[in-house]
């Protein structure tokens, strides 16, 4: 533990951590990426943001929920860990239950409007981390909030939830026979010991050049208006593409699980020690 301007805690000298049951999370090579700041075009590259880190906390399962144990506050009872998904997407829920592990799911309140010039990665990434605080302020201690967000990157535009069926139409058009960036981020933030922070994972997705009867016959059977870009790529949208590029397979559905996973184990909760447990 390091107090301000990186000096050690003179409290923790000599003193060894406790070995924990569970590894915390590890890196997986993201680049650093401040709140807010514009997304860059060109490469591709997995981003992330570092908010507070966890401090001294170590989990082990007990009773159907992970527990955490803070060294630093002994005799203070540890409350059983409680993951929520911040959103209502199906999509979003059907991914985190192939991870077998219990969860809620809370609906953020959240403004989705862009800034201005706000860059799609941007976007995607503040989204993602406001949901995600949006429910923790409300959820209590314990409580570890899932956030997450997509945004299609078309020519460094932000083009989200198409809603009506003309806009679909707009969408898909203006991709047809083009390459196209999806952000999707994903947030996990656990307000008790201050920890909050955000992964990216684009998707890049190469459109076939789609006529208008095609169009029409796949908004009509799939009807995807609360899917960014209108893509609905886990079943008939599939057709649509020529190719997918990700480092994290599920990230174009809507929620990237390897970076999920990568959070969840850095906020003290280790999916794979939870997973079948009951809530």
């Not at 590259?45 to 570092?50: A, S, V």
């Not at 908010?51 to 170590?58: E, I, M, Q, T, V």
């Not at 192939?98 to 800034?115: I, Y």
């Not at 009506?164 to 933030?189: D, K, N, P």
Request: with cysteine; charged share 25%.
């Amino acid at each position: 533990r390091r107090q301000a301007g990186g000096a050690k805690d003179p409290r923790l000298a000599g003193r060894r951590q406790r070995p924990g049951r569970v590894l915390g999370g590890g890196g997986m090579g993201e680049v650093e990426h401040d709140v807010g700041s514009g997304g860059q075009r060109g490469d591709i590259q997995p981003q992330r943001i570092d908010g507070f880190d966890c401090h001294g906390a170590s989990v082990r399962p007990g009773r159907g929920l992970a527990r955490w144990d803070n060294p630093s506050m002994s005799g203070v009872p540890s409350p059983a860990l409680r993951l929520i998904l911040g959103s209502t997407s199906r999509y979003r829920q059907e991914l985190l239950r192939r991870l077998h592990v219990p969860f809620e799911v809370s609906a953020p309140d959240v403004d989705e409007t862009p800034h201005a010039g706000e860059a799609p990665a941007a976007l995607a990434l503040r989204l993602a981390l406001a949901k995600a605080h949006a429910v923790a302020r409300q959820a209590g201690i314990g409580a570890v909030v899932i956030g997450s967000d997509q945004v299609a990157d078309v020519d460094g535009e932000p083009i989200g939830k198409p809603g009506t069926h003309e806009r679909a139409v707009a969408q898909l058009r203006a991709m047809s026979g083009r390459e196209i960036v999806f952000q999707t981020a994903v947030a996990v933030v656990r307000a008790d010991i201050g920890f909050e922070r955000a992964l990216l994972a684009p998707v890049r997705v190469r459109f076939r050049t789609l006529g208008d009867a095609e169009i029409e016959r796949y908004l009509e059977l799939e009807q995807p208006y609360d899917c960014a870009g209108s893509a609905k790529s886990e079943t008939l949208g599939i057709a649509l593409l020529s190719a997918i590029e990700s480092d994290d397979p599920t990230a174009l559905v809507g929620l990237p699980l390897i970076r999920t996973c990568e959070l969840l184990r850095a906020a003290g909760l280790d999916p794979v020690l939870l997973a079948g447990m009951s809530p």
